[in-house]
Each structure stands twice: as structure tokens, then as C-alpha cells.
């Protein structure tokens, strides 16, 4: 396919004859080509190109994930527009352009009420009908009925197993198992609906302060796992963790817990990365061993 045909499609889908005015690469983001498209009549969009081998299913994913918190009327995300197949393994997803800032000490206390509203979305049981992406590696959301089977399940151990053919070895699995296990065993927990990837590059606001949460990898699982994953790399004001507490509270088991939360980070970003985190990923395997 011509690189002329992809304007076509997207011009076409979009409404517009014309190709646009200017395309503005967007900063952050290693998985996927995104741009912003300005078209003469002063329209933006915001555009993805998966070019991968998982490109197609990927895009697809996403747009069932933002779409799942457009339709929870919660938190504002970008509204996903359309996904177009370009070729074999290329996709395109379109979706509304918003303009974002920093959060800031009042809009960062919003999300925090709107973070845990989007919580209070529950499901009978944990997971999500089709499996998606974290980062560039597949999440499965295979449905259980019990938190802690869910997240050894497919959580840790599916990223155990991918770190073993990525050639990284963890001692005493079945002794991590237990412990995890033990960790989890007593925590009641509905299933909420979360972000999944809640770190600071996936949360802003708009310019009026309304907060924007993106890149969502959604399922139905423990509001602490979201929580927890915006601590790892900061960009959260206090006022956000402040106001999350007003409306859900949270006991001293959590801080236990969000290490457990956040090994399912750390390994994915070892299988993503390289080795760089395999000292985080030994310090919280090793302080449940012990």
C-alpha cells in the first residue's frame, strides 16, 4: 500500500478531502508512531500507527479500554474515534485530540475523587472478556472468581514464565506463591474497574484543570493495584493520594500489598527492558520469601 493511501484512509474516515495542514509528533510513547493531525479548518486529532506484528490487536484493545471509561462517565479520557486496518499488519487508531498539562495541586485532588468513583464501576468477577496489553506485552484477563488466583495467575506467574524465556530465573517460586498468596488470601475485594497503567506519563489535565487519564490497560481487579503503580514513578501530587482517601479508605495492609501490586510492573518492565530492573524485581521477591 502506498503511504498516499494511508492519508486517504484516515481524511476519509475523518470526513475531510484534504489531507492536513500539519502533523505534530507527539512526545513520549515507544510502541506506537503517534501525531497530532491539524487540519486548515483548525481540527486536531490525535493518531496512532501500529506498524508491529501486534499492532492490529493492540490499537483494538486500547479502543475497548477507553471505551470502557468513556462509557463509566467518570474520569475524562480521549473519546477513541475509529480503528482502520492499512495493511496486513498496520492499524490506525483516531481519537479526540485534548491539550494537557501538568497535574497540578487542585486537578491532581480531582482525580483523585474521579479515581476512586471510577472504582466504585464493579463486576461479578475479575478480569476483563478479552485479554489486552501492558506496555507491548500481552495481559491476559482470563475471568476468576477469587482476587488471589487472578493475580498469581495471570499476573505473576504469566510474567514469571516470560521472564524464564527472556532467560532471568527467580529462586523458590512455589515458595513466592505462598507467600503472595498468604498476602492476598484475606483481602476482600469486589472487582473495580481500573486504569491498569496508572503511572504519571498516562495522566494529565486540561487546561480548565480537569483531569485526563490515557493508555489505559483496563480490567476488573483491586483498586490498590492502581493506586499502588502511580507511586512507583511518581508525578502524583499529595493532594491526589489525599482526596483518593476521603472516598476510599485505605488500611495498613496496603502498604504491604503495593509492593506485591508492583513486582507485576517491575517484571513486565524487566521482560520489556532488559535487566536493568531485575534489582527491583529480586528485592520484592525477596522480601516475601523472607
Request: hydrophobic residues 35%; proline residues 4%.
Amino acid at each position: 500500500m502506498k503511504y498516499s493511501d494511508f492519508f486517504d484512509i484516515v481524511n476519509q474516515n475523518l470526513g475531510y478531502s484534504c489531507p492536513p495542514k500539519n502533523i505534530i509528533p507527539s512526545a513520549g510513547g515507544c510502541i506506537h508512531d503517534s501525531n497530532v493531525w491539524e487540519y486548515e479548518d483548525g481540527e486536531r486529532f490525535f493518531v496512532k500507527y501500529a506498524s508491529t506484528a501486534n499492532g492490529k490487536s493492540m490499537l483494538e484493545a486500547e479502543i475497548v479500554a477507553l471505551q470502557l471509561i468513556v462509557h463509566a462517565k467518570k474520569i475524562k479520557c480521549p473519546q477513541p474515534l475509529f480503528t482502520e486496518v492499512i495493511h496486513s499488519s498496520g492499524c490506525v487508531l483516531v481519537m479526540e485530540y485534548l491539550d494537557l498539562h501538568r497535574l497540578d495541586h487542585d486537578s491532581g485532588a480531582l482525580l483523585g475523587h474521579q479515581l476512586a468513583d471510577l472504582h466504585r464501576v464493579k463486576k461479578t468477577k475479575f478480569g476483563l472478556d478479552q485479554n489486552n496489553f501492558i506496555g507491548a506485552t500481552p495481559q491476559k484477563n482470563t475471568h476468576e472468581s477469587e482476587w488471589v488466583d487472578f493475580f498469581w495467575k495471570h499476573r505473576i506467574r504469566y510474567q514469571l514464565e516470560l521472564a524464564s524465556k527472556n532467560g532471568y530465573s527467580f529462586p523458590d517460586i512455589q515458595r513466592l506463591k505462598r507467600g503472595i498468596r498468604e498476602a492476598l488470601k484475606t483481602r476482600e475485594v469486589e472487582p473495580s474497574l481500573l486504569h491498569g497503567d496508572l503511572w504519571g506519563g498516562n495522566a494529565a489535565a486540561l487546561g480548565d484543570g480537569t483531569p485526563v487519564i490515557f493508555d489505559p490497560a483496563t480490567y476488573f481487579g483491586d483498586p490498590e493495584t492502581d493506586l499502588a503503580f502511580t507511586e512507583v514513578f511518581g508525578g502524583f501530587p499529595r493532594s491526589f493520594y489525599a482526596a483518593y482517601a476521603e472516598n476510599i479508605e485505605l488500611n495498613s495492609g496496603y502498604h504491604h500489598r503495593k509492593s506485591i501490586y508492583n513486582l507485576y510492573h517491575y517484571l513486565n518492565h524487566l521482560n520489556l527492558f532488559g535487566s536493568g530492573y531485575l534489582s527491583s524485581c529480586d528485592k520484592i521477591i525477596q522480601s516475601l520469601l523472607n
